[in-house]
């Protein structure tokens, strides 16, 4: 038998992204998010979802621009970092350590260091309720070349992302490659 839980955010599971932005000032800021995702494949765009009371959220609202860094394992502690401290406050990149790149695509920075990142142009904005919906249209992907697999594609298990489970606040890794995806339900067609 199936137990209720009523209405929760307790999709499973949520990535961890880094989003940058610069604020008012021109100055370079980053902020964790588990509310996020593709969202479109023509154009290609992602979605992600922030409360009004963020300081990355008037930064986006005027820049019309954000990048969304993957978080691999190896910056796991420095992204946590980024989702608890404010921009207002504080310099996340001097805290960290970690260097703000000027994207030459769009007018947002990126994490050096993060291995893959999608520079984006705001298209929509939604207001939803606690958060608003942010829609920015992949521009640009950037990627080490080393975090590539033999086809020129995103490496999953070179970048070795992190994913969240909101509710219980706990970050895991990826586990084995389980299939090939619109290959192995194949089988099913065949009977």
Request: hydrophobic share 40%.
């Amino acid at each position: 038998m199936k137990k209720s839980l009523g209405a929760r955010t307790v999709l499973l599971p949520a990535p961890v992204l880094v989003v940058g932005t610069y604020d008012g000032g021109g100055r370079p800021n980053v902020m964790t998010v588990a509310w996020g995702g593709m969202c479109c494949s023509k154009p290609p765009c992602v979605d992600i979802a922030l409360r009004k009371a963020t300081y990355t959220y008037q930064s986006i609202l005027e820049r019309k621009a954000f990048t969304v860094h993957v978080t691999p394992e190896k910056y796991l502690t420095e992204a946590d970092y980024f989702g608890i401290a404010s921009g207002r406050d504080v310099d996340k990149f001097a805290v960290t350590g970690l260097t703000p790149v000027r994207s030459d695509v769009v007018d947002a920075p990126f994490i050096k260091e993060f291995p893959f990142f999608l520079e984006c142009r705001l298209v929509n904005s939604t207001d939803l309720g606690l958060h608003t919906q942010f829609i920015g249209e992949i521009l640009d992907v950037k990627i080490d070349e080393d975090m590539l697999d033999d086809a020129m594609k995103p490496s999953i298990e070179k970048i070795r992302p992190v994913v969240l489970t909101p509710e219980i606040r706990e970050y895991y890794g990826f586990g084995e490659k389980l299939g090939n995806a619109f290959v192995i339900g194949k089988k099913l067609r065949e009977k």
